[in-house]
């Protein structure tokens, strides 16, 4: 068997990979991989990228909306996360924590698993901003779930385990 085969079979046993390969997760992760892309590099072709891929799954107006969401939901977060936001490369099959953290926000909300929800914003923020994060993430995980882009259930319990199960420190200045 080729190297590139035994790579791919190895990366297909990831539970990242699988995750990925929904579209609604894929979606959510790709769209905060670009705005950071853009925003560390000041380079619009992400966001492009970003709103061409979320027009193609979702149509033009709820695109529009998911951007526009998102869009909120990553300047709330860029105001108050925990200092630094990391993310992987667009079209990685991995996932970092502040990327599983993304997925159990938008999870959280679009199940009603408020625990979920309050607790990834907690850690992606602190106890004090989750609140602010939790509006600005609504939109944005309503308008993927009413276009038919539903995130696979993530529990609390989960949410701990990658979050470190500890709540992250008060936020830095930026």
């Not at 790579?7 to 991989?33: F, K, M, T, W």
């Not at 970003?50 to 998911?66: I, P």
Request: proline share 5%; net charge negative; hydrophobic share 40%.
């Amino acid at each position: 068997m080729p190297v590139t085969d035994i790579q791919h079979n190895q990366d297909q046993e990831c539970p990242a990979y699988r995750i990925l390969a929904r579209q609604p997760e894929s979606l959510v992760v790709g769209g905060y991989r670009g705005w950071l892309h853009f925003a560390s590099e000041r380079n619009a072709a992400h966001l492009r990228e970003v709103r061409s891929d979320y027009v193609r799954h979702l149509g033009e107006h709820a695109g529009a909306a998911a951007m526009s969401g998102l869009e909120r939901l990553i300047g709330n977060l860029g105001a108050c996360a925990n200092c630094p936001l990391r993310f992987l490369c667009q079209g990685s099959k991995h996932l970092c924590r502040e990327e599983c953290l993304m997925l159990g926000l938008v999870s959280g909300l679009q199940n009603g698993d408020e625990d979920a929800a309050l607790l990834s914003a907690q850690f992606l923020s602190s106890p004090g901003q989750a609140p602010e994060l939790l509006s600005a993430a609504a939109e944005f995980a309503m308008t993927l779930k009413f276009a038919g882009q539903q995130l696979l259930p993530i529990h609390a319990h989960t949410v701990g385990q990658f979050g470190g199960q500890t709540l992250a420190p008060q936020p830095t200045l930026h």
